[in-house]
């Protein structure tokens, strides 16, 4: 497989592009970010919607949630790869991105970020006052997330929060609503969400083990060694486990929710067994392919759940 830099390359030229039009820096700036990895939080906004509507929802709330989600991620991998220039020249696995080669330069990127903010904003605006009113606690967020490695552990877990607001967004779309007792199975559910994303953090932080602790960052893996960072991963999905059960005892969900929690297990078991602290060859396919299956897996679940 060839470097990021010669991915995002190939993926503009492969589109007529011509290297220094504003098209092709959007495009090396989509594949830069990883824009079709929306679909790791995106099916969890759209969990919230559903369930806040007890089922199918509005068309424009669909419409801008969607938006929203977009750009909020978009926002975040943006400020990541900018925040992280250094640290991604210096790590071989990284060392190859757009950011760290000139392939698209540091103002291009900032461009971008403000324009997703920009639209994060404006469809907050658009869904309800409660979400614009909350968006600079997402904000928040979705920026900071990417310095957090650099003083505490816990890293992993602001990350797991920050994409389970997702959760959240999706339900107040709808509901206009985050503060009551009938809010709860969206707490529970941003709750199961923050654990499964650390876990799964967790596992893809035990590649940079030798770098994180040479650079003196605090990754659970660089403090305390990969072996340490798998248990504490296969902790949190029992935790996102026990949690998913609750949120949909709390909504009152019927069986096929809880048949796709029982196949989300199961995909958590696989992913497991996929990785060890001495080989780590396969972690792609478990941070990718497993959790895009069980985000999906758990819609598909709940909005039936819904329906019949």
Known sequence: MGSSTQRAKDSAQARGLQPGTALYRLRVFLDLVRFEHTIFALPFAYIGMVLAAGGLPALWDFVWVTVAMAA??????????????????????????????????????????????????IAAALLDPLALAL????????????????????????????DALAVGGGW??????????????????????????????LIYACQDTAHDIAEGLHAWPARFGNASALRAAKLNHIVFLILLVLAGWAAGLAWPYYLAAALT??????????????????????????????????LAGTLAALLI
Do not use: C, Q
């Open 72 to 121: 909020a991620r978009t926002l975040a991998f943006a400020v990541n790869r900018l925040a992280d220039r250094a640290y991604d020249a210096r790590n071989p696995r990284t060392m190859n991105r757009p950011t760290v080669t000139g392939t698209i330069d540091a103002r291009t990127v900032t461009r971008y970020a403000a324009v997703s903010l920009a639209v994060l904003l």
């Open 172 to 201: 107040i779309a709808v509901r206009g609503s985050f503060f009551t007792a009938d809010d709860l199975p969206a707490w529970l559910l941003i709750g199961a969400v923050t654990f499964w994303i650390a876990g799964f953090d």
């Open 135 to 162: 968006a600079p606690v997402a904000v928040l967020f979705l920026v900071g997330y990417s310095f957090t490695k650099r003083f505490t552990v816990l890293a992993h877990w602001v990350l797991g929060f920050t």
């Open 265 to 298: 297990a199961a995909l958590l078991i696989y992913e497991h067994r996929l990785v060890s602290p001495d080989d780590l060859s396969r972690v792609n396919v478990a941070f990718f392919n497993m959790n895009s299956y069980i985000a999906v897996t758990l």
